[in-house]
Every structure is written in C-alpha cells, then in structure tokens.
C-alpha cells in the first residue's frame, strides 16, 4: 500500500542545478520525518539531509549550503533541491519515511560530469 516514488535525478554538469521529488503514496509525509539518502558506486548509504515532522531540518556537512530539503504536504512530497553540484555528488539518491515503521523509495540517479 505504500509507495515512495523518487524522480527528477538525470546527468548535469558541475556547477548545475537540479531538484529531486519524492512523492508518497498511503502515508501522510508530514507526520514522518524524511530523509534524502545517497549511495555511490562502491560506497555505503549516506545521509545527505533530512527534515522532520515538527519541520527541523539537518543536512550532512559535504552539501551544507549548496542542498535544500523541503516539504509540500498538498502534494505529499519531499524536495531536494541540489545547487552548485560536484563531481563526488554522483550516485543513486533515495528518500525515505521514517516513524514506528521505515519506508523506501527505489531511488533516482544523479551523474555529475563534464
């Protein structure tokens, strides 16, 4: 029943711009906290930011200042809003929804290249 469905990631080179969606299906996001999860080839899964129900929001050191993370609870979606990207930006990005039970989407790759 529930699904969390991540789109928007694709190849940009460095210094661009791109925002990630994760869209939720049989949960009420804003009653999660959730958070944006990378993993690079090779690597174990990181987190990159996440915000929580009482609308607090942490993100990790490497992508403070250049990442967004926010909530639109119309939509029940998660964005995350990737500016002056780099290189070591690359991998798979996930969102997740956690509480009593976790929940994961499938992920979305991102390619930062020239």
């Not at 995350?80 to 969102?95: F, R, S």
Request: proline share 2%; hydrophobic share 35%.
């Amino acid at each position: 029943q529930v699904q969390l469905v991540e789109s928007g990631g694709g190849l940009v080179q460095p210094g661009g711009s791109l925002r990630l969606s994760c869209t939720a299906s049989g949960i009420i996001f804003n009653i999660y906290a959730v958070g944006w999860y990378r993993q690079a080839t090779g690597k174990e899964r990181d987190l990159v930011a996440k915000i929580f129900a009482d609308d607090r929001i942490t993100y990790a050191d490497s992508v403070t200042g250049r990442f967004t993370i926010s909530r639109d609870s119309a939509k029940n979606t998660v964005y995350l809003q990737m500016n002056n990207v780099k290189p070591e930006d690359t991998g798979v990005y996930y969102c997740a929804a956690h509480r009593a039970s976790a929940y994961w989407g499938q992920g979305t790759q991102v390619t930062v290249s020239s």
